[in-house]
């Protein structure tokens, strides 16, 4: 399609040029209607491929366009004058019906984005509420069971696996429902830093476990900032723990803080394989990961909890290897 539309571009452009280099001179008349062909070109340039394609298709026609001013140049007068005024004027259309047309695609996008999520969220909340009451009744019958059970029973370590995995299961449901509800913020002024602290302390085991050490690097004073101080411990606890199981054993996960532009920003940088620019913004799509026991929806509700604090959650290449993912909060 793509192929098909900028060969009607191009045929249009060589097209009007053609007719102006070889009848402009027998019908000069006609030389403001010859001009005038060219915005359809620029147009539909515009309407295809947005900023760039019209902008692209404005250089063509004055690649074309300026052996024809050449040729009848005449000092500078009137002629030579519109001539390049009609240049001018095509670059000015392109611009203005570029910027709409991406503008528009980028409303757009935003709109099915918003459709497609949420009717995702309707349907895990009617999946994970038809999941929660077997899941109660299998835990809650295993332990009663497992009560009356004495530990050197060899069914006792099997009854342990079947409550773990609907520990892990709730867990899983818990954060669809996290997914699908609106975010209601009990926002209050606090302290970032400590917020920071007290997540890292969570996750500290986690750490030993794996081999991995979380290094800080906090700038000397943050700004008191309005926060959901559950909620956030929420986000930087998942991305920690993301960061540290991403990590090789002896490797070390850096927590970096900075004040720029108004904005406090919280960097996690792990020292994995590292994300390609193609999955950037897949990573943070429901149910995508490339973990075999994760749902795909830790970080879009960490993008969704940053959201909701009119911040930005984004993933940055690493400055050595990994990646870095920054929490972008408003002062």
């Not at 835990?139 to 892990?168: A, F, H, S």
């Not at 509700?301 to 009119?310: D, F, L, N, Q, T």
Request: glycine letters at 8%; charged letters at 25%; proline letters at 4%.
């Amino acid at each position: 399609m793509n192929r098909y539309r900028i060969s009607i571009i191009a045929i249009l452009v060589v097209g009007i040029s053609s007719v102006h280099y070889l009848l402009e001179l027998k019908y000069h008349h006609y030389h403001i209607l010859y001009r005038e062909l060219y915005y359809l070109p620029v147009i539909l340039g515009g309407l295809w491929f947005g900023l760039r394609g019209a902008l692209a298709t404005a250089v063509g026609i004055t690649i074309c366009f300026l052996p024809f001013i050449f040729l009848t140049w005449e000092g500078f007068s009137p002629d030579d004058f519109s001539r390049l005024m009609e240049l001018l004027l095509l670059y000015i259309v392109g611009l203005i019906l570029g910027l709409f047309r991406d503008r528009e695609r980028i409303a757009l996008k935003k709109i099915l984005k918003t459709e497609r999520l949420a009717a995702i969220g309707r349907s895990l909340a009617g999946v994970a509420h038809d999941l929660k009451t077997p899941l109660i009744a299998i835990g809650g019958y295993t332990r009663l069971v497992q009560k009356k059970m004495k530990k050197g029973d060899p069914d006792y370590g099997k009854l342990d696996i079947v409550i773990n995995e609907t520990r892990r299961l709730e867990s899983m449901i818990r954060e669809m429902l996290d997914f699908s509800r609106p975010l209601v913020l009990n926002c209050c002024k606090g302290d970032l830093r400590k917020t920071l602290e007290e997540c890292l302390d969570i996750v500290e085991h986690q750490g030993e476990k794996r081999k991995v050490n979380v290094e800080t690097r906090f700038t000397s004073h943050l700004p008191v900032l309005s926060f959901d101080d559950s909620r956030m411990k929420q986000c930087i606890i998942n991305l920690l723990i993301n960061a540290i199981q991403a990590s090789p054993e002896g490797e070390a996960v850096i927590v970096r803080t900075s004040v720029k532009n108004g904005l406090v920003n919280v960097d996690i940088t792990d020292r994995g394989k590292g994300i390609p620019p193609e999955k950037e913004e897949e990573v943070f799509l429901p149910f995508f990961t490339t973990k075999s026991d994760g749902t795909g929806l830790g970080l879009p509700i960490a993008k969704k909890i940053v959201e909701a604090h009119e911040g930005k959650l984004e993933v940055r290449e690493g400055a050595v290897k990994g990646a870095t993912f920054r929490v972008s909060l408003p002062v």
